[in-house]
């Protein structure tokens, strides 16, 4: 089974600064995706950014954008200019692109992120 | 642009009552997946349909069931209601006709067990 684990409980970044969220995940698989999710006070999902494992190039969205390094396993978050309103929680996911590719997420224990203004 | 619509938003019952919670996918989405969200936890997937049949099955107890219905609504059932089903249940919905089969979220059901 794939695990993902997010070894920050906890970070804080200062407003305008960049901060970098860590993720690792196990797999066997050599074919997957894995995405960042932000959950507001809301508790709302909300997709981030997400990277296929067969793309070398890592993904940005704006000012997210990502480190996916296959071989270790890692798939970091980059937060750059952050604002007030990035303060979440942060998820880490995993999912497998077998068969038709309608698997489930994997989910990593999260990163609650503090913006300081 | 239309999103999941879960009902209800919030629900409170009592110890070994039952709970039904729905979900209405984006049209034109074939599969949804429920997922479980502990306080302070990650989502936990609990089961997928995809064309109306069982999918997937995750960390569901046997005290759940669900079904996803001809018109591609799902309803999950939640019988002998503990005080540990507490949580945030979430659906999400998704098409094999988008990049990366991407799962969008509804906004969630809140139960909260008493």
């Known amino acids: 089974a794939q695990t993902v684990t997010q070894s920050q409980p906890e970070m804080s970044v200062q407003e305008a600064e960049t901060v970098t969220l860590s993720c690792t995940y196990d797999t066997s698989e050599s074919d997957y995706y894995l995405f960042w999710y932000k959950q507001p006070p809301s508790r709302q999902m909300i997709l981030v950014i997400r990277?296929?494992?067969?793309?070398?190039q890592n993904a940005t969205e704006n000012r997210f954008s990502v480190n996916f390094q296959k071989a270790a396993k890692s798939f970091s978050l980059k937060i750059s200019d952050s604002q007030l309103g990035d303060a979440a929680m942060y998820f880490c996911a995993y999912r497998s692109a077998r068969g038709s590719g309608n698997t489930p997420l994997v989910f990593g224990k999260g990163t609650r992120l503090s913006v300081i203004a | 642009a239309a999103g999941v619509i879960q009902s209800p938003r919030h629900l409170i019952k009592e110890k070994r009552e039952t709970a039904t919670l729905k979900c209405y996918p984006i049209p034109r989405h074939d599969t949804v997946y429920w997922y479980q969200q502990g306080p302070g936890q990650d989502p936990q997937f609990l089961i997928s349909f995809y064309e109306k049949m069982q999918s997937d099955k995750g960390s569901i107890p046997d005290r759940f069931s669900a079904q996803q219905f001809s018109d591609y609504h799902s309803e999950l059932n939640m019988s002998s209601l503990e005080l540990g089903d507490s949580a945030l249940y979430f659906c999400a919905s998704s098409a094999q006709s988008l990049d990366y089969n991407e799962q969008f979220f509804g906004p969630g059901t809140r139960l909260t067990v008493l």
């Open positions: 990277q296929e494992a067969y793309k070398q």
